[in-house]
């Protein structure tokens, strides 16, 4: 596989329930990203870690708990969501978390909470 | 604050027709960076192109061309001869804040 990889791409969840969303990058990269899409919103930075460690926590609900244990996994650990968290959820990565470096972009998981 | 205006929500034209798309930013860094991104109906945004603030040289790439604007704060795309796979949702971002701001993005439909 090549680029960055996300799975599952689709995902429907009740409230009550535990699920996570896992993303690969084969890229080399040592910085990785979750980003959220929402219906009429631009893109919103969740998390980002550099080198595994978490250095962006963009104000994100405790709800949302993301795991980096290596360079290239991504895990975001979903609990007890409401239904305003259904989204497109992006990940992504670059060389590392600074401004000369582009980020990738996987797939997506399309998450739908009712 | 670092901020990314796409105007037009969304934009349609007829298949073979030239299009642009405006991009306006608002920081106070003087170096800065500046992307396009590209996003498909299956949701992967697609890297277009990177821009630092101290390049003012238009770009092209086949059917894309950038046009940065400093003075007016712009970083608008062109695509020429516009095709049906052209159709996706086109982002605008700057790097600002430690982060990559978004613009709301722009709905591009081409019809054939």
């Known amino acids: 596989e090549t680029g960055v990889t996300q799975t599952p791409r689709h995902l429907v969840m009740g409230m009550t329930n535990k699920k996570s969303l896992k993303c690969e990058q084969h890229?080399?990269?040592?910085?990785m990203y979750w980003y959220k899409q929402s219906a009429k919103k631009p893109l919103e930075l969740m998390f980002v870690?550099?080198?595994?460690?978490?250095?962006e926590n963009n104000s994100v609900p405790s709800r949302f708990s993301p795991e980096c244990p290596n360079s290239s996994h991504l895990f975001l650990h979903l609990h007890t969501l409401q239904p305003e968290d259904s989204a497109l959820y992006l990940c992504?990565?670059?060389?590392?978390?600074?401004?000369?470096?582009?980020?990738?972009f996987g797939p997506g998981t399309r998450l739908t909470v009712l | 604050a670092q901020k990314v205006t796409q105007a037009q929500t969304e934009n349609s034209v007829v298949e073979k027709e030239d299009v642009t798309l405006d991009c306006v930013y608002e920081t106070r860094d003087t170096t800065y960076y500046l992307f396009w991104y590209k996003q498909p109906p299956s949701g992967e945004l697609v890297f277009l192109i990177r821009?630092?603030?101290?390049?003012?040289q238009n770009e092209i790439s086949g059917r894309y061309s950038w046009n940065f604007q400093k003075s007016t704060s712009s970083f608008n795309f062109t695509i020429t001869a516009s095709q049906v796979v052209d159709s996706a949702v086109y982002f605008c971002a700057l790097w600002g804040a430690q982060k990559l701001v978004f613009g709301q993005g722009t709905r591009l439909t081409i019809n054939p």
């Open positions: 870690y550099n080198f595994k460690e978490q250095t």
């Open positions: 821009r630092n603030s101290f390049d003012e």
């Open positions: 992504a990565s670059s060389p590392v978390s600074q401004d000369t470096d582009t980020q990738y």
């Open positions: 890229l080399g990269h040592n910085a």
